[in-house]
């Protein structure tokens, strides 16, 4: 059975590529978010299997919302997104609960291969 | 995996960061201690470089990364901007801009960056300034930097909006436009043929298509900064060019207008703000013998009302004196001595519409055309729109341009001229008057009759539009259009006064573009074309 994935990145681009990359996958996208608060209203209603989270939203402290993603789905895995030179913030994301991260800029085989990841 | 589905997205996006990017580095020379805004722009140089890695965009990532290094320094130094590194990063968000056209046109050109990638390398904030951004800032200052709320930067992009080509826009328009007409003639045809029962569908009919016309037209606005987002940028390298101090302040740019206004204003709003800094404003040294500011104030503030949308560039410089513009208008032989004589100080200070009256041919940089004062007036008359100018002396000039919201859809007085139906917009009409042939006096300058106790010259539509004069006996009354051109009032005779309507404006191409006083035209439901009157050019 294809796993269900949410994305909540703010930009438009990101996460249609990523989409895009998911679906070559086997992956389905059940739901996108551009800002935390579109983020955990989608989430009351539905558990996603994998939530990819941009970490840096303009609406909401990364991390804040992460321990919020984690507590309202804590079966979801979550993968955070983030650009490089957020090194502490990944690094506190991981003590907080989330599975993996992917560094921005990002390959379409860079998302694969974190993806698969999840699956072992 | 293909990534040029992509492309669209990533141009759009791209361009959001890249107009922000060069708006915060004008924003920042202004408040150089506002260190939220160097994270922003760090931001928005990094964004864009992780966008440009996915698509493998490797130039956009080379020049983009070398513009977030030098970011990144002085965010670490704490130093402030210097202005020979926002020079530096402003010629690098207008490479990335011509980059990202050509990724949009799908064109292979590749810009020849290693001059600027070796200025990006080589520059140090050190060799510039060294001035660090905390502690000598007088205690005012840092704590109106630090009251300034975080602005947000990132747009909420949901399924909310769609993205339609223009043209598709321009068709709704046009086939609203056809609608509109066509109600006239089906009402026409109702009224003729006395058929009652159509009444109420006719006004159901009426309503729904004025709320499709307003819908239409709201789709077609679009927020002033649109065109406003390279104003503040165009001042500051203008400024700098002279040597000279200006702060500029942008108000109302939320404001909408129609995208076809928007189009034809920001060329003549360019040439003003041009004509404010390089004629207007004083240098510092001069500013500051006459007891004022050493940096001069440029404002440019958009206000709407329900009809129509005020667009006033302000500055504060040594303003225009009416004599001296007089006596340079007689050298140029645009007026007689005796003319300039009796004109008052407003009318002289409308002489630098005239043409040729400006010295200054500058070629504009961004069209290539030569632009003056002249063509901005009429810019601004083609659009229904007019421009009134104020100004005194020594203490700076107003620059007023009124537009009506949309151009497209006007309404209209409908007049008959010889075989012609000629429509006077009805934002020039004054009012209508039925005149007896004892009330017109013939004087050697041409007709006049007494209007409001003043003489008003009556021109005759036929001669203005070289059209024949009419056959037959003299009518036992004249129609009459009264119109305000500029400031003045002026009359035109014509054969008969039809009513008012509503039309749909389509601009007139060549050859027709060629006719005199003629601004646009119209196609009836039943085939007849009906031309729109420029008052201004009949005058």
């Given amino acids: 059975m294809s796993r269900t994935v949410m994305i909540i990145d703010d930009s438009l681009f990101i996460r249609k590529i990523l989409c895009g990359i998911l679906a070559e996958n086997g992956y389905t996208v059940t739901a996108e978010a551009a800002s935390g608060i579109e983020a955990m209203k989608n989430l009351r209603t539905s558990h996603p299997d994998i939530i990819l989270l941009d970490i840096i939203l303009p609406d909401s402290n990364g991390l804040d919302l992460l321990a919020s993603i984690i507590k309202t789905c804590p079966t979801s895995k979550v993968v955070i997104c983030s650009a490089i030179g957020q090194e502490q913030v990944m690094k506190k994301s991981l003590d907080l609960g989330a599975t993996a991260f992917i560094q921005k800029p990002f390959t379409p085989e860079k998302v694969a291969d974190v993806l698969k990841s999840l699956e072992d | ?539």
């Fill in chain 2, 1 to 539: 995996m293909d990534l040029s589905p992509y492309r669209d997205l990533f141009v759009s996006e791209a361009r959001k960061h890249l107009s922000t990017f060069s708006e915060l580095i004008v924003q920042l020379e202004d408040s150089p201690n506002d260190s939220a805004s160097i994270d922003e722009l760090f931001r928005h140089a990094h964004s864009l470089k992780g966008m440009a890695a996915t698509m493998n965009y490797e130039q956009v990532v080379a020049l983009a990364h070398l513009m977030e290094d030098q970011l990144s320094r002085i965010r670490e130094g704490n130093y402030r901007l210097p202005p020979a590194l926002a020079d530096i990063l402003l010629e690098g968000v207008d490479t990335l801009s011509r980059m990202v056209s050509a990724i949009e046109s799908g064109s292979d050109t590749h810009e020849d960056t290693t001059r600027l990638l070796g200025q990006l390398e080589a520059f140090r904030p050190e060799t510039e300034a060294r001035s660090p951004l905390q502690g000598d800032l007088p205690e005012e200052e840092a704590q109106e930097s630090a009251a300034l709320a975080p602005r947000e930067f990132r747009e909420k992009d949901a399924f909310q909006s769609v993205r339609i080509k223009t043209e598709l826009l321009d068709h709704l328009v046009n086939i609203t436009g056809e609608l509109i007409t066509n109600r006239h003639y089906l009402a026409e045809s109702i009224r003729v043929a006395e058929a009652t029962e159509c009444h109420k569908p006719l006004q159901q009919l009426t309503t729904l298509l004025r709320s499709l016309r307003d819908e239409v037209f709201k789709a077609r606005m679009l927020p002033f900064t649109v065109i406003a987002e390279r104003f503040p940028r165009l001042v500051r390298d203008l400024a700098r060019k002279q040597g000279k101090e200006v702060h500029f302040q942008l108000t109302g740019k939320e404001i909408k207008l129609d995208r076809g206004i928007l189009e034809e204003i920001a060329e003549p709003i360019v040439h003003i703000l041009r004509n404010a800094v390089d004629h207007g404003l004083e240098t510092a040294a001069e500013r500051t013998a006459a007891g004022k500011p050493g940096s001069g104030l440029i404002t440019l503030t958009v206000i709407r009302d329900k009809e129509h949308v005020e667009i006033i560039i302000t500055d504060d410089g040594h303003g225009m004196e009416p004599e001296e513009l007089k006596l340079k208008a007689v050298e140029k032989g645009i007026i007689s001595p005796e003319q300039a004589a009796r004109m008052t100080a407003q009318e002289a200070l409308n002489l630098v519409c005239a043409p040729g009256f400006s010295t200054a041919t500058a070629v504009s940089d961004i069209s290539g055309r030569g632009v003056g004062m002249d063509a901005v007036r009429e810019a601004v008359h083609t659009l229904s729109g007019t421009l009134a100018i104020q100004s005194q002396h020594g203490q700076g000039s107003r620059f007023i341009l009124r537009f009506p919201l949309t151009i497209s859809i006007i309404h209209a007085l409908i007049v008959q001229c010889g075989s012609f139906e000629i429509a006077f917009p009805l934002n020039v009409v004054t009012r209508t008057m039925e005149l007896q042939p004892s009330d017109i006096r013939k004087e050697s300058g041409g007709a006049t009759f007494l209007y409001e106790g003043v003489a008003l010259p009556l021109r005759r539509l036929r001669q203005a539009l070289n059209l024949p004069p009419p056959a037959g006996a003299e009518a036992a009354y004249q129609a009459v259009v009264v119109c305000h051109v500029g400031t003045s009032l002026l009359a035109f005779a014509v054969d008969r006064i039809f009513g008012q309507q509503e039309i749909f404006v389509r601009p007139l191409r060549a050859p027709l573009s060629l006719l005199h006083g003629v601004s646009g035209a119209t196609v009836t439901s039943d085939g007849r074309v009906l031309f729109v009157a420029d008052a201004a050019a009949l005058a």
